[in-house]
């Protein structure tokens, strides 16, 4: 996370650990610049910059970075949607970790119905009344 988060929103203990990682690995100092880039893609929404993205990604020649480029590639539609369009599936991805992380703590302990219970929100049941049963 300190590749990824804006410098200024770094505290000073961050700030000093980041530095002393740069300093201590000569592929810190590029991650953290491409880190950078890549969020700036998402952030101004160009298109353009996330090609140029991947060919300075490309260029370092880390393996890693190469696959992950390859997988932006091989799935291009799905990256431009993502930079360009205003949408995000963040909160239905929230709420199915949230799911998968109450069903992990109740594995094995408990039935569906308090599974239900826990994880659907506290709707009072609602009364209606048949026309030939009002008052």
């Given at each position: 996370?300190?590749?990824?988060r804006r410098p200024e929103k770094?505290?000073?203990?961050?700030?000093?650990?980041?530095?002393?990682?740069?300093?201590?690995?000569?592929?810190?100092?590029?991650?953290?610049?491409?880190?950078?880039?890549?969020a700036a893609v998402f952030r101004?929404?160009?298109?353009?910059?996330?090609?140029?993205?991947?060919?300075?990604?490309?260029?370092?020649?880390?393996?890693?970075?190469?696959?992950?480029?390859?997988?932006?590639?091989?799935?291009?539609?799905?990256?431009?949607?993502?930079?360009?369009?205003?949408?995000?599936?963040?909160?239905v991805e929230g709420q199915i970790?949230?799911?998968?992380?109450?069903?992990?703590?109740?594995?094995?302990?408990?039935?569906?119905?308090?599974?239900?219970?826990?994880?659907?929100?506290?709707?009072?049941?609602?009364?209606?009344?048949?026309?030939?049963?009002?008052?």
């Open positions: 996370m300190l590749l990824a770094l505290n000073p203990d961050e700030q000093q650990l980041l530095k002393k990682l740069k300093e201590c690995c000569l592929e810190i100092p590029i991650l953290y610049k491409l880190t950078q880039g890549f101004n929404k160009t298109i353009e910059n996330l090609h140029t993205w991947i060919d300075d990604a490309r260029r370092t020649d880390l393996p890693e970075l190469e696959r992950f480029c390859d997988g932006l590639l091989r799935d291009m539609k799905a990256v431009t949607a993502a930079v360009i369009l205003p949408w995000s599936n963040g909160q970790h949230r799911l998968k992380l109450v069903k992990r703590q109740m594995y094995g302990r408990a039935e569906f119905n308090l599974l239900r219970r826990r994880v659907l929100p506290y709707v009072p049941a609602t009364v209606t009344l048949s026309p030939k049963h009002a008052p």
